[in-house]
């Protein structure tokens, strides 16, 4: 099954506290429907030292967001747009805009 976003795509956030920013998809998790987007959807974790010498610390890292929230760019018309697969003479199936029928 081809999948809509895929990891190295740039993608719009549709809603929640980071609505209407771009960011490059990390990671893309198909089991649960989830996407791992680059500064977005950032959240502070508190990591206690293990051992012995090691320190404890504040992070802020990127949190999983749900796949229904994003929707990717198209790399012609660099607009949000939906995807539509298209099937290529060679049997392949490809990601192609809706908007501009261009390939990505």
Request: glycine letters at 4%.
């Amino acid at each position: 099954m081809l999948s809509r976003v895929k990891k190295n795509d740039t993608v719009y956030v549709l809603s929640g506290k980071d609505k209407g920013k771009q960011g490059l998809v990390i990671a893309v998790d198909q089991k649960n429907d989830r996407v791992l987007v680059k500064d977005i959807a950032i959240i502070t974790r508190h990591k206690k030292a293990r051992r012995q010498g090691e320190r404890s610390e504040v992070v802020k890292e990127e949190s999983y967001i749900p796949l229904c929230k994003v929707m990717p760019v198209c790399p012609s018309c660099r607009l949000a747009c939906r995807v539509r697969m298209r099937i290529l003479d060679d049997a392949a199936k490809t990601r192609a805009c809706h908007r501009c029928n261009d390939t990505f």
